[in-house]
């Protein structure tokens, strides 16, 4: 897809954060965007940069874990601009807790936003981009879902972002034959709400629970810089959009596969 000009994307966790920056470069870019997000976040698209685009951009109320509201944003995108070109399956929550610690109301939660966000997006939206002339996908992943930060307390999110890795990957090869680009977005540490995911956490998903933002945030990439990656990476069809080319990407993904790797030449010591 080498111009964004005319088409049409739908981006959740559009109010903030990666969400907001791929949105307004998508705009600045002449697409149309229909902007999902959830209801008290809703004032954040009054903002100048979105305001800027009347005719071309629509927020819309709406929770990834609810179908329905994928329907009515797909039907809004559809019926304002008609055919659909991109989604950004970007919504996303965050909590820490060692693995001990964590609730089963904290796997339900992380994995219904992450996990099965994504894959309710895809399914309503499949229809859509199979009728249009270029379609891609992006899915938000995460490096810690690709090489995960063992000392972290990380191992909910983690494991939900490493289902996205790997659903996009199947996802790739499955919609190949019909034309259809997936990127799995891996990002590092990028300056977001994420770390203050648990205000947004439901009462029916049990009591959120604060927790200590790490000092690497304060250093975090801008999301605009994201949005930049990632817009070059469905240009380019990219399955992997990574952020950091030389920073934790380019020690935590060997550091991984040396830990595989060494399992390896141990079982092949064992059966050899």
Same mark, same amino acid.
């Given at each position: 897809?080498?111009?964004?000009?005319?088409?049409?994307?739908?981006?959740?966790?559009?109010?903030?954060?990666?969400? &907001?920056?791929?949105?307004?470069?998508?705009?600045?870019?002449?697409?149309?965007? @229909?902007?999902? !997000? /959830?209801?008290?976040?809703?004032?954040?698209?009054?903002?100048?940069?979105?305001?800027?685009?009347?005719?071309?951009?629509?927020?819309?109320?709406?929770? %990834?874990?609810? &179908?329905?509201?994928?329907?009515?944003?797909?039907?809004?995108?559809?019926?304002?601009?008609?055919?659909?070109?991109?989604?950004?399956?970007?919504?996303?929550?965050?909590? /820490?807790? $060692?693995?001990?610690?964590?609730?089963?109301? +904290?796997? !339900?939660?992380?994995?219904?936003?992450? %996990?099965?966000?994504?894959?309710?997006?895809?399914? @309503?939206?499949?229809?859509?981009?199979?009728?249009?002339?270029?379609?891609?996908?992006?899915?938000?992943?995460?490096?810690? *879902?690709?090489? $995960?930060?063992?000392?972290?307390?990380?191992?909910?999110?983690?494991?939900?972002?490493?289902?996205?890795?790997?659903?996009?990957?199947?996802?790739?090869?499955? /919609?190949?034959? +019909?034309?259809? *680009?997936?990127?799995?977005?891996? $990002?590092?540490?990028?300056?977001?709400?994420?770390?203050?995911?648990?205000?947004?956490?439901?009462?029916?998903?049990?009591?959120?629970?604060?927790?200590?933002?790490?000092?690497?945030?304060?250093?975090?990439?801008?999301?605009?810089?994201?949005?930049?990656? %990632?817009?070059?990476?469905?240009?380019?069809?990219?399955?992997?959009?990574?952020?950091?080319?030389?920073? %934790?990407?380019?020690?935590?993904?060997?550091?991984?596969?040396?830990?595989?790797?060494? !399992?390896?030449?141990?079982?092949?010591?064992?059966?050899?």
């Amino acid at each position: 897809m080498d111009d964004f000009s005319g088409k049409t994307a739908l981006v959740t966790g559009a109010a903030s954060g990666i969400g &907001e920056a791929i949105a307004l470069k998508l705009l600045a870019e002449g697409a149309n965007v @229909v902007g999902m !997000d /959830l209801q008290s976040q809703l004032d954040r698209f009054k903002k100048e940069q979105f305001a800027a685009h009347p005719n071309s951009f629509i927020g819309v109320s709406g929770d %990834v874990t609810d &179908e329905d509201a994928w329907h009515n944003a797909a039907n809004i995108a559809h019926n304002n601009f008609g055919e659909i070109n991109i989604l950004i399956n970007n919504a996303g929550v965050m909590t /820490l807790a $060692p693995l001990s610690n964590a609730t089963s109301e +904290d796997w !339900d939660w992380i994995f219904s936003v992450n %996990v099965f966000g994504v894959v309710t997006g895809v399914r @309503v939206l499949l229809p859509y981009l199979r009728g249009a002339e270029e379609a891609h996908i992006v899915n938000t992943g995460s490096m810690a *879902g690709l090489a $995960p930060r063992l000392e972290g307390i990380q191992a909910v999110y983690s494991a939900s972002k490493a289902s996205v890795v790997s659903f996009s990957e199947m996802l790739r090869s499955e /919609l190949a034959k +019909d034309n259809i *680009g997936v990127s799995v977005l891996c $990002p590092h540490t990028i300056d977001t709400d994420i770390w203050g995911s648990e205000k947004h956490r439901p009462s029916s998903y049990g009591e959120s629970h604060e927790f200590e933002v790490p000092d690497r945030a304060s250093t975090a990439m801008n999301p605009s810089r994201v949005a930049e990656i %990632v817009l070059e990476g469905i240009r380019d069809n990219r399955g992997f959009i990574f952020t950091d080319a030389e920073g %934790v990407t380019t020690t935590r993904i060997p550091e991984r596969m040396n830990r595989i790797e060494q !399992d390896l030449d141990w079982l092949k010591g064992k059966i050899g």
